[in-house]
């Protein structure tokens, strides 16, 4: 993954790759962060997959540029379906977060309604999922 073998992987993609590799990146680019910052706020561990330094990995779009290289090396060294299982798993968090924000437009009466009778650890977890989403931290919203 040297920078020199990435610019050469660019410049010897086919198209079919480049595609691939474009598609990709733009899933991990923008559902990565999405999903470290959600798993974060789900069990109170702001690292709890690992990853918590790529929480903010949709912040710095100077990335993408190493990330579609990557990606076609990836493919080149036979990952095809690791890659799709990774596409795959991250693209219900952009539909999750619409879920978290849509729970920020109720009223806390039937919010909290919702909540009673479940477990302790249920409404924690609820409402350290709230709280990430009145902070932003699931705003999914690329235009800047």
Known sequence: MALPNLAEALANASQAELATARQVAITVFRHLPLMVRMLGAISGDENYTGLAGLSQLDQHPETVIYLVPMVIAMLRAG??????????????????????????????????????????????????????????????????
């Open 79 to 144: 990952w095809p379906e690791n890659l799709e299982a990774v596409t795959s798993a991250l693209r219900p968090f952009p539909d999750l977060a619409e879920r978290a924000q849509h729970i920020l437009g109720m009223p806390a009466a039937t919010v909290e309604a919702n909540l009673a009778g479940k477990p302790t650890e249920v409404r924690e977890r609820a409402h350290r999922l709230i709280n990430a989403a009145i902070e932003g931290q699931f705003d999914t919203d690329t235009s800047g």
